[in-house]
């Protein structure tokens, strides 16, 4: 097996192993606030159900792209298109930041 495919393979098993590990804690770090809000006040708590929901997809999606870029970024032919990746990614940042200003500034 050619070195940069084998590179590509790990490097895109880390970022899943990255992507799961990640999306679990903040899962369980969000149940744990979770039922702390809900004792107090539980309408609150479905309001940042639904927020925690929306920048707990938004984290996921930048870091498959990060991920994706990693890997397209390994091969020479691909490199163009990483690029161009990571440049969307960013628009995609911004966009996710100005949608995520109240919800994120309520918190």
């Known amino acids: 097996m050619d070195s940069d495919v084998l ?11 990255v992507v799961v590990v990640l999306r679990m ?7 744990r606030y979770e039922q702390r809000l809900a004792e107090t006040d539980p309408t609150i708590a479905v309001r940042r159900r639904t927020t925690f929901g929306f920048l707990l997809r938004m984290i996921a999606a ?5 991920g994706t870029w990693s890997v397209l970024s390994i ?9 161009a990746f990571l440049a969307s990614s960013a628009v995609l940042a911004v966009i996710a930041g100005l949608a995520l200003t109240t919800p994120l500034g309520n918190l």
């Open 62 to 66: 930048v870091e498959v792209v990060i």
């Open 7 to 17: 590179r590509a393979l790990v490097t895109a098993a880390v970022w899943i192993v």
């Open 75 to 83: 091969f020479q032919a691909t490199q163009q298109i990483a690029s």
């Open 25 to 31: 804690f903040l899962n369980s770090a969000y149940n």
